[in-house]
């Protein structure tokens, strides 16, 4: 149950109790437990409905906070192409959001305010919708992903089923990328997480140049792809669906202290642009904000988001190689060529931390894609 703090003013407001929002206040809890910390969350679940997955690789060494909200972790991941397959022995990690919620509010109850829609976000103050305002230190802006602007992209879109099965499916590891499917709607893949012996979350998602999804007959699809692995569904648990941008082009490049709240998570426009994800790089910010001093952090913050920022540029010419040189059902011709290099490196590219000599690795050898088209879509 939330506390009023005595004197209504807070070291760090956070706004938003989504994944950077949620992974922040856990951290600041852990390291800063003399904070004075308040998350401030619309809904009635921190959360929402997602699944948050991310390679062992993904979290730095020293951040220990966050092992006690990984719902379940597994030893490798392995990869289907046609023309091989690949076990990769390096863990993989998912948070389920309902775990999330209850792990959070059940350790940091007393810092979180559910139900509290915000209006306005100020760098030392934060006015909710019915007028209560509350002031601090520091205010940390965390309400996910602004309106996209209406530019060509790409996009990553999914249907994802939690399902229960009346046999034990007899997987141990994660199936990241089964590309043994028909490539329909660009590049296409299944992803299966093994949640118990007869627990899957099965995902059929696509690298499409529309973010229209049909859901209903998504979703039969993922049923026959599970029947025809010879497993027989008991029951669907849990359904999950997203659509993430990819951008193709450049967006401005800010950086350094603005005078505003500080910006994390989607909100700060840091996230893998051929992923769309954002775990990688928000558990990296956060891990900073959390070994800093408070004062420290407007410096801190904007140029860990910079580094990430510039980075982008080299991956969004990758999502330009994808989405406009490529042929959509040979999109994949390029991930299966990718999975063929060294793990370091693939982790280095989840991460958003490529060095200039895998970017020049990533690239080059015979282009997987018409060398006319791929030239064009550099431009
Ligand atoms: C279905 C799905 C699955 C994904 N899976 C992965 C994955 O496996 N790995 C990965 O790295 N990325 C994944 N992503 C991408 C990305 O990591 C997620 O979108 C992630 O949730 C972004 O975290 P966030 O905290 O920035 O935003 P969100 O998680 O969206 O959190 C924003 C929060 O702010 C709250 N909020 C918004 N406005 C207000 C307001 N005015 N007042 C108060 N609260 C407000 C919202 O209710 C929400 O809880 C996924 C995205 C989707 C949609």
Redesign the pocket.
Known sequence: MFVQAEDNIWDCLI?????????LLQALRTEQPELKVLL????TQ?????????HGSDVPGDATWLQSLISKTWPAYEVRFPRYQRKIQSSYC?IKAQDFHQKLLGQHGSQILLQ????EVRRDSVT??DGRMFRAKCVID????GAAADVKRGYQK?V?LDVKLSQPHGLNHVILKDVLVPQVDGYRFVYILPWSETELLVEDTYYSNTPDLDVTALKSGILDYIAGKGWVTESVIRQ?????PLDLYDVPVEGGPSGGPLN?????GV??PV??????Q?VACVQALAKSSLDTWGEVLPALQLNYKKQARYLRILNRMMFLAAVPEKRYVILERFYLLSEALIERFYQGRLTVLDQVRILCGKPPVSVWRALKSLF
Do not use: D, K, M
Not at 116 to 119: D, F, I, L, R, T
Not at 142 to 145: E, F, I, Q
């Open positions: 706004v938003g109790g989504g994944l950077a929002g949620g992974l401030l969350e619309r809904g921190l959360g929402g409905n997602h699944t948050w997955s991310f998912s509290a829609s915000v209006q909710l919708l965390a309400r996910g992903w999914f994802g999950e669906v997203g659509c993430l994390l998570g989607a909100a700060s996230y893998q992923t769309g994800y954002t775990f990688p928000t």
